[in-house]
């Protein structure tokens, strides 16, 4: 095995230009708005980064669910609209809703003004 497997990503903190300044921090797990906080779970967090790795694109649950899970999709899997519902209740939390928008149909995109 190599010694670099086991080392944290250098890349800690992922902002996104946003009115609100939106910050996604990967190393503590957190989204933060305007210096308001939450706290997310593992899934939730990288569901959003995807989100936020491709800001405006409409991006299918196949894609996000085999970015964020990193495993092959099946066909009805529920998981990608359990996690952005909930990741849309912690971001009401902290004043960032509007963001995760749903295209009925095909699927997400993480709108950079809400």
Known sequence: MQVNQYLRP????????????????IWNCCVEVDGK?????????EVLQVLMENPERILTKQEI????????YVSGENSVATH??????RLEQIGAEGHIETKW?????FRVKA
């Open 10 to 25: 250098l890349f800690l903190i992922f902002n996104c230009q946003t009115p609100e300044n939106f910050v996604l921090d």
């Open 37 to 45: 906080k939450v706290m997310l779970n593992k899934m939730e967090m």
């Open 65 to 72: 669910y085999e970015k964020a899970w990193k495993a092959n």
């Open 84 to 89: 952005v519902h909930k990741l849309r209740k």
């Open 105 to 109: 149909g095909i699927g997400y995109r």
